[in-house]
């Protein structure tokens, strides 16, 4: 009998005492953080799991039930190997220089290292810091499971963003608007840097911790640009690039992040800190998923110029390793607006059902969106809709009414499919193929507002199946699921009137 070929094994998951730290940022100076343990939960109890995101890790799936499990994610107890912390940073919060920030309600226990890299572990809501300035350094269920269900949703769809590994809840009360309950989120994430990370080191003149920080995160996130002539040049321009491609994603998936701070955008380009985001239902580029930014600093539309906005002040912090400000902006102007193209069209078109590029796109996804504007389709239905329309014109009109019924002027949904389909016989592509395609890149489910407030308001009843099943659902966004087939619907009447503000 032949032996058994170990070589290509997975690696045994592992148990809760065996995860391998690995706690790079700790090992920066005291500058950058603070060392503390986190306070934890009273009475902790596990509200929901992402095997996907544990996966990650490598942590085994048999250890969700054990109540050292609850304890850990609580902030309870602190696994072997964790250098608890929290981080500094400063930022730019609704354009304007905000000063220190620093994390006020989140602890870093340290990067452990999975199967296929690391991940830092972060707990957020496990209690105050030194940078909790008035907070009370906690997280509440609602936000926390609005997070969670995000990160997890995201991922699935493809778009760069934080992990969440569970949610664990506990009785104890924590006053918003109104009284509620206190949770931990647990976040994965390479890293939880931010643009304010830099900004904070150069607004108080500190070049040498600003270098340290740069040289730290290229070494460990980005080698490759040690081959560059100017790596301080290369790091900017691929965040850059990378948060171009990011928004682009953003905006073809109608998400709204909602507090679009320079200390909530990830230097690594990945979608950070949840809070009131939204994802666009009936279309309108200028909604604004924030209750509390009445001057839609953060609406839909404006996203991509934020990130313009942000990624100049992140040139500035960076301005003194990369020479001056000006080179600064000159990296930016001369990566982000291309990297933001790009991605949007080729997003847009992939979209469309279009394989092919011709010169004329650029204004027929212009048109997309003032058709879209003119009649307030739902965003991800009229997309998913098309994609099972033919493309073959002369066809009986009544196959058209799946996508005519998010219209009230139903000539104006023809008109335009007139326009789609000659577009399309200018490629010739057949319908199977541009059919499955698109259903490759149009998600039939989105973490809808209400379907997120469905899942809390059963939650707060102490009843947690409906996150379960809202988390498996948005695993598969683009699959059929016809036992899922109510979330795929618009806002329910009850629903209409839900407001999503700062406060978490
Ligand atoms: P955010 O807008 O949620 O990303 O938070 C901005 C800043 O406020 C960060 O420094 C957070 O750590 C801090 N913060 C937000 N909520 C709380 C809280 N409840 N307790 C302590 N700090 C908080
Ligand atoms: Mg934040």
Redesign the pocket.
Known sequence: MNAPDFRHAAPAPLALEDLPFDNSFARLPDAFHTRLPPWGLPDPYRVAVSAEAAALIGLDPEQFTRPEFAEIFAGNRLPAGSEPLAAVYSGHQFGVWAGQ??????HLLGGVRGPQGTWEIQLKGAG?TP???M?????VLRSSIREFLCSEAMAALSIPTTRALCIIGSDAPVRRETVETAAVVTRLAPSFLRFGSFEHWRSLGRDQELKRLADYFIARFRPELLDEPQPYQALLADVARRTGELMARWTCVGFMHG?M?T??MSLLGLTL?Y?PFGFMEAFDGGHVCNHSDPQGRYAYAAQPHVAHWNLQALGHALAPLTGDAETSLDIVDATYPDAYNGAFLGGMRAKLGLAASLPDDEAFITDVFALLQAHRPDFTLFFRRLGALSGQSGLDPRADDPLRDQFVDRAACDAWLTLWRSRLAREGSSDADRQSAMNGVNPKYILRNWIAESAIRKAQEKDYSEIASVLACLARPFEEQPEQERYAAPPPDWASGLEVS?S?
């Open positions: 920030l620093g994390d006020g309600r989140a105050r940078y909790s300035r907070g009370d350094g906690r997280a507090v701070n200390d909530n800190d809070g700062c978490s």
